[in-house]
């Protein structure tokens, strides 16, 4: 009986201490956290503008020459999908805490020591559709636009698809500047051209089935590669 009420007299003493102990823990946890929250705003004044408040394209120009990369990289693109950016050219305090949160940096050194590793995660099978797809959206300037000039889709294309499939993307832009048909490409037909990459054995075409559900811009593709083909044979 006494031993039965020593152990309970030092899980009654010992319980209190264990509850300190994860309250400590927390505490510290706690204000590291806020450390870094503080540190991510901090960085965030660096580039914002003053008077409206949010990162503008002056702003993200100032943070790619801390970072020494382009503006056009791929990587500052990868970046604004991060942070679901929805602005092209712009990062909102919330944006630019949920993208720097989410890569776990707080420091200029730290962002452009994880790009590499942003640049996998984006080209990542699981995630890269999302990336596409979100690419096209960003780059709509204007509200409820739906749609991206051939020039722009070009340049995007070039952008994003160009080091998987850079023989498709070439020969497609070739295409789009060539033809006077078409002024614009929408998300269907954006969306079924990195399908087309996927799926379509290139250059040969052979499997490509006008009667499956493809957008007619890639029937006239390939229609006009056909005769591309048959020009240089005869040639």
Request: glycine share 2%; net charge neutral; charged share 30%.
């Amino acid at each position: 009986m006494t031993r039965a009420s020593k152990r309970k007299s030092d899980n009654q003493t010992s319980s209190p201490i264990k509850t300190a102990r994860v309250d400590s823990v927390r505490s510290a946890s706690s204000r590291a956290g806020k450390k870094v929250d503080e540190r991510i705003d901090e960085l965030y004044t660096k580039y914002v503008n003053q008077s409206s408040c949010v990162i503008d394209p002056e702003g993200v120009e100032a943070l790619c020459s801390d970072l020494k990369v382009d503006c056009t990289d791929v990587r500052i693109l990868m970046l604004a999908w991060k942070m679901d950016a929805q602005k092209q050219g712009y990062f909102t305090q919330d944006e630019w805490r949920r993208g720097l949160k989410a890569l776990k940096v707080d420091t200029i050194p730290k962002l452009k020591k994880s790009l590499p590793e942003l640049e996998k995660e984006a080209l990542k099978s699981e995630n890269f559709v999302s990336f596409y797809r979100y690419a096209f959206r960003y780059c709509l300037t204007e509200d409820n636009k739906k749609c991206l000039d051939i020039e722009t889709a070009c340049v995007l294309l070039q952008l994003v698809l160009g080091v998987q499939y850079q023989a498709q993307v070439d020969s497609f832009i070739t295409f789009l500047k060539s033809q006077s048909e078409y002024k614009v490409i929408n998300m269907d037909q954006w969306t079924n051209f990195f399908r087309f990459c996927q799926e379509i054995s290139f250059p040969d075409l052979n499997n490509y089935d006008s009667d499956e559900a493809w957008p007619l811009i890639l029937d006239n593709y390939v229609d006009w590669t056909k005769r591309q083909d048959n020009v240089a044979t005869t040639a």
